[in-house]
């Protein structure tokens, strides 16, 4: 049986590629197997046996060498897999994973130390590899974090920043026209966007839009967007014109684009001389008309009015504009279909009788309250704290009628 065990000892040392070694107290070698002479490139056993690591490597290794086994011969433990970096004579670099337990002999005495080393260059070029890369993706990432801090800066600069009055001498609380807004990007920036500008004494024009798609790309297109609603200006007053001339731009700017790209919106004119709103729809969704002294909640507008294409889909798209009336004390809610995606089965229809009775719930509220709880709302029906898709809300309110004005 003692002949069977060594004969199978001698093939494992001499068949595995891990380095086996055996050393006495003083660190010489005892013991070595083949894999240990390939690597130190000698022919017999005598090329090691008797000398020490000081002898077959650089001093920094074999002194790090040298007390681990001092370790282990003074604590009875084994020092299991650790990561060592060997530096040869010849100017060889090799990284092992070294596990050195105490020899003893057949009373148990300590009289030396056994070595397996496994070589890990490659592994450990490839972890170094590993490391340099998530560093770099992380001063990449910390990078793009602070782009995108900025860029949601800007976004949120070119959203209006104060609203018009009326008449313009009036100061925000006592405008016979208000305005509140809240704008919720579903990333770091969006693709959702509104302006309000004031074309008369008397009107406000409103503009709300919404870019496929969310993120980097959307936020560009309505960076795009506000320079273009800068540009074309003269046909302000025309909801129908304005979208249709913005429309024209927009499929200009798309075409080339490898992606099909489309914005919806919502352009109205609100006049406080006489109540009346003009708007058109590309296909957005309807806005909410809160009629507090009916006290009812309806869709602004026809649905059948509402264009089926986009902006930007079909170059000679045109749009149609529709007319309602507003008393003193109606609230108009526009808003992008994020508030209605709400993920998990839980979308909500402008349509969906659900939406506007949410809606009333909140028509006792003016400005950025009727705004926010109407979010809260939406949350809680959702389950979810966030919404799925960018969220966009601009509430117009009239106070009063320019003829009930104190000018």
């Known amino acids: 049986m003692a002949q069977i065990d060594h004969h199978l000892l001698t093939a494992l040392m001499n068949t595995t590629p891990d380095r086996i070694y055996f050393k006495d107290r003083d660190g010489r070698f005892l013991l070595v197997n083949q894999a240990m002479r390939d690597f130190h ?90 490391k340099i890369y998530t560093e770099a993706l992380a001063e990449k990432q910390a990078q793009m974090d602070q782009e995108l801090a900025l860029a949601r800066e800007v976004q949120f ?51 709300i839009c919404d870019v496929m798609g969310h993120g980097v790309h959307a936020a560009l297109v309505t960076a795009v967007q506000r320079v273009l609603v800068e540009e074309i200006h003269n046909v302000a007053h025309d909801p129908g014109a304005f979208l249709g001339e913005l429309n024209r731009r927009l499929h200009h700017f798309f075409e080339p684009l490898p992606t099909s790209m ?29 009629h507090r002294g009916e006290n009812t909640v309806s869709l602004l507008g026809a649905r059948a009015s509402r264009h089926p294409f986009a902006l930007g889909v079909a170059r000679d798209s045109t749009y149609t504009t529709e007319e309602a009336t507003m008393k003193p004390g109606d609230f108009i809610l526009l808003y992008t279909d994020g508030l209605c995606d709400l993920g998990e089965g839980k979308d909500l229809s402008p349509d969906d009788p659900r939406f506007l009775q949410i809606a009333q719930e909140c028509s006792p509220l003016h400005g950025a309250a009727f705004l926010d709880t109407l979010l809260a709302k939406a949350r809680a029906y959702s389950g979810q704290e966030n919404f799925f898709d960018d969220v966009c809300l601009v509430g117009l309110e009239i106070e009063r009628l320019v003829e009930q004005a104190n000018w």
């Open 157 to 207: 600069a070119l959203l209006p920043q104060s609203y018009p009055r009326f008449p313009r001498s009036a100061t925000e609380a006592a405008s016979a026209l208000k305005f509140a807004h809240s704008y919720l990007p579903e990333g770091r920036v969006g693709g959702d966007f509104f302006t309000v500008s004031q074309l008369s004494d008397t009107q406000a024009g409103v503009l």
């Open 41 to 130: 490139k000698v022919t017999d056993d005598s090329g090691i046996i008797g000398k020490t690591d000081f002898d077959l490597f650089l001093p920094e290794h074999a002194k790090d060498a040298y007390n681990d086994e001092l370790q282990v011969l003074g604590s009875g433990e084994p020092i299991v897999a650790k990561l060592e970096r060997e530096n040869l004579p010849d100017g060889r670099i090799t990284w092992v994973s070294t596990t050195k337990v105490p020899l003893r002999d057949g009373s148990g005495q300590i009289i030396g130390t056994c070595g397996i080393s496994r070589d890990v260059t490659e592994e450990h070029a490839q972890s170094e590899k590993l």
């Open 262 to 290: 489309f914005v919806t919106a919502f352009y109205a004119i609100v006049d406080v001389a006489d109540g009346t709103i003009r708007f058109s729809n590309a296909s957005h969704p309807q806005p909410v008309h809160v």
